[in-house]
């Protein structure tokens, strides 16, 4: 993924990838990560838990337009089945622009 989004950047377009493997992250340095200790293959969540992947989808956006440094890794808090996402605030419209 982080070749690609590498490829996409050259092109002026700003990208965030989301990882559940931390050590190939390390090692390929894509722009923009967030990371998740999730099992392989539920990169945004549990099937069909709305709320957690939008969750993470919305943490996600807010690292790319947070994220400054290249090849930023950012440790999403979230765990995996022992979060309840009824109480989870989006971040501020503010910070999304």
């Given at each position: ?15 965030v ?13 894509p ?35 947070q ?5 930023t ?10 979060e ?11 910070e999304?622009?």
């Amino acid at each position: 993924m982080g070749l690609i989004q590498r490829k996409i950047e050259q092109s002026g377009i700003a990208t965030v990838g989301i990882s559940i493997v931390r050590e190939y992250t390390e090692k390929v340095q894509p722009p923009r990560t967030v990371f998740l200790h999730w099992p392989f293959g539920h990169p945004l969540g549990e099937p069909g838990n709305r709320q957690q992947q939008r969750a993470v989808v919305l943490e996600a956006l807010r690292a790319l337009y947070q994220i400054r440094e290249p090849g930023t890794i950012v440790d999403l808090p979230f765990r995996w089945r022992r979060e309840r996402y009824d109480d989870y605030q989006p971040p501020p419209e503010e910070e999304l622009q």
